[in-house]
């Protein structure tokens, strides 16, 4: 069997570079010259996704896919997420409105969520700018949707960091963290 | 600067792998491998950094902590931050009465502000140092547990299964035993990782009855699932444990 990963997030939130940075292939893109605002904050962007494989032994794949960051595209967001086994969210930390663009893809994805009882994990890039986080906020805007996931700082070039992201996803996902899978392991 | 001082007696630092739920220093002859019993001891924070460090949060000083060519940390106790330039991981694990304490004046330079981490994980990261797979006084191995929140694991010290550990243990409340055995994981890591989550404030302990912990698990024993499930549980657990391998692998620090 093959399974799917997504990473979505605000444009220039780091979802091409941490793709790139955990694939074992080079990122498969479609990235275009930048218009609109977007112009602003980069060069080039997503236009419709980005595609990676984690390769794993006995030839089973893990395909890693990157949603357009721009709301505009955001009719692909779900599409992109059918039949994932997990979705990572990545927020660029140093927003003002970084609580607005995490409401605007909680609510996008709330079905995707729901439907994988919460396999989502939450990375914050950027952190460099300033090292001393508000996780508090993130949290409690995450409890407002009922949800207590990971949020971790990565850098997105940093492929130990998205590795543990991953993990943590993994974690989520592994019925034997679940207590009542205790009588079938 | 103005030396405080603390004395404490504990053991050499030593290099630690996990084996057969037991801790082996990687340089010990073989009659001398076991550090860790069946009976799960404790550590008392008293005896490494950790216990500099909390006495300096109690006590709202400032203070600079060093060891002689292995590094220094300071701590601003009011700002609840602290920045580290430590050289070796003994640092660590070094028993509290080699380091050097001093409080930081008023008016002296401090390091730039980038390089200032959160106080608690400096708690977490002394914790889990000085643990080596035992629990901190406090602690018990049928302590019932739950994460408050997921620690932000990309910068803190954890061992292989420290995804999996925090992911069952915010999902809900559970024993260090009960842990192990759903996990299949050596007891020493849970308790490391309980004991630094539990000095750092991420774990919530909760007194339950022994009764209450007995009807979870006899709930648990009901839900059997449809075996189509089953089998669909069995590939994602495959590619999980293959994922986990390929990811795990390759991240340093474990």
Known sequence: MEYKIVFAGPVG???????????????????????????????????????GVLSLPHGEKVHLYGTPGQVRF?????ILCDRAIGLVLLFDDTRHDVLTEVDTYLKAFRNHIAASQGAVVVGLTRTEMNPQVDFARYHSRLADYGLNIPVFEIDARNRDDVATLLLALLAIIDPTTKRNKVAQS | MQDIGLTSTTSAPMKMHYQNEQIVSADAEPKQQHLVDSKYPHFSPANYLIGIVLH??????????????????????HEEVYAANIKTEEFWRAPADQFQVTAIEENAGGL????????????WSATFHASQGKLIDGCHKFDVVQFKRWPNLTRLPCTPNATRICAALVAHPITIMILRAMLKIDTAEICQIYSAAYIAGVANVLNRKKSETGAATNDESDSVPESSKIERKRGIMDILSLLR?????????Y
């Open chain 2, 56 to 77: 300096a949060i109690e006590s709202h000083k400032n203070v600079q902590i060093s060891l002689p060519s292995q590094g220094e940390i300071f701590v601003w106790a």
């Open chain 2, 112 to 123: 730039e502000c980038n390089s200032m981490r959160p106080l608690h994980e400096l708690l």
């Open chain 1, 74 to 78: 955001s009719f692909m967001w779900e």
């Open chain 1, 13 to 51: 939130a780091g979802k091409t570079t941490a793709i790139g940075s955990i694939s074992d292939i080079d990122v498969v893109g479609t990235e275009a010259k930048a218009s609109d605002g977007v112009a602003r904050l980069k060069v080039a962007t997503t236009v419709a996704m980005d595609y």
């Open chain 2, 245 to 253: 391998i390929k990811l795990g692998n390759q991240r340093p620090g």
